[in-house]
T-cell receptor, first 116, second 114 residues
Framework: AQTVTQSQPEMSVQEAETVTLSCTYD???????LFWYKQPPSRQMILVIR??????QNATENRFSVNFQKAAKSFSLKISDSQLGDAAMYFC?????????????FGTGTRLKVLA | KAGVTQTPRYLIKTRGQQVTLSCSPI?????VSWYQQTPGQGLQFLFE???????NKGNFPGRFSGRQFSNSRSEMNVSTLELGDSALYLC?????????????FGPGTRLTVT
């Protein structure tokens, strides 16, 4: 069974600085999807970025980028030029591509604090 | 296009009671998944429905059940509520279970069991 691990329960970053959130996963599959979701306090969870395992190029969305290391089964999220609005819980998620197993597996989350 | 909506947003129930939560997916989305979110356990997958059929199920007791209607709206039912069922219940919809289609989450229903 697949698992997703986020080893940092909480992280802090100074406004305008860069922070990296870690995520590791375990799977025997060769093709799958990985996601980072953001859940602001008392607000809806939204997708930040996604990565397809067969694509070697790391995904980038504005100030958000990932470092995808398939062999190491690592999928970290880098937030550049951190803003106060980036403060939230961040969840790493895995989704199989295997037919019949479409469920998402989430990590336990990392709470990001942004210091003014 | 309207987002995923969940009703009610807040609910207080007593142990032993049952509860029904509702989720309306984004128009055109046929897959609806339910999650239980608690501070200690994170997001735990409950089940997923696609075209009125349960396609995946998590490791929850039979007290947790769901269904999906022909318009893709979904309901989740919890019978014989326990204190440990207090949580934020999130619903997420996606266009299809196949492909890369990401999930879009609703605001959640916060259930408190006393």
């Amino acid at each position: 069974a697949q698992t997703v691990t986020q080893s940092q329960p909480e992280m802090s970053v100074q406004e305008a600085e860069t922070v990296t959130l870690s995520c590791t996963y375990d799977t025997s599959e060769s093709d799958y999807y990985l996601f980072w979701y953001k859940q602001p306090p008392s607000r809806q969870m939204i997708l930040v970025i996604r990565q397809e395992a067969y694509k070697q190029q790391n995904a980038t969305e504005n100030r958000f980028s990932v470092n995808f290391q398939k062999a190491a089964k690592s999928f970290s999220l880098k937030i550049s030029d951190s803003q106060l609005g980036d403060a939230a819980m961040y969840f790493c998620a895995y989704r199989s591509k295997t037919s019949g197993t479409y469920k998402y597996i989430f990590g336990t989350g990392t709470r990001l604090k942004v210091l003014a | 296009k309207a987002g995923v909506t969940q009703t009610p947003r807040y609910l207080i129930k007593t142990r032993g009671q049952q509860v029904t939560l509702s989720c309306s997916p984004i128009s055109g989305h046929r897959s609806v998944s339910w999650y239980q979110q608690t501070p200690g356990q994170g997001l735990q997958f409950l089940f997923e429905y696609f075209s009125e059929t349960q396609r995946n199920k998590g490791n929850f007791p039979g007290r947790f059940s769901g269904r999906q209607f022909s318009n893709s709206r979904s309901e989740m039912n919890v019978s014989t509520l326990e204190l440990g069922d207090s949580a934020l219940y999130l619903c997420a919809s996606s266009f299809s279970g196949t492909g890369v289609y990401e999930q879009y989450f609703g605001p959640g229903t916060r259930l408190t069991v006393t």
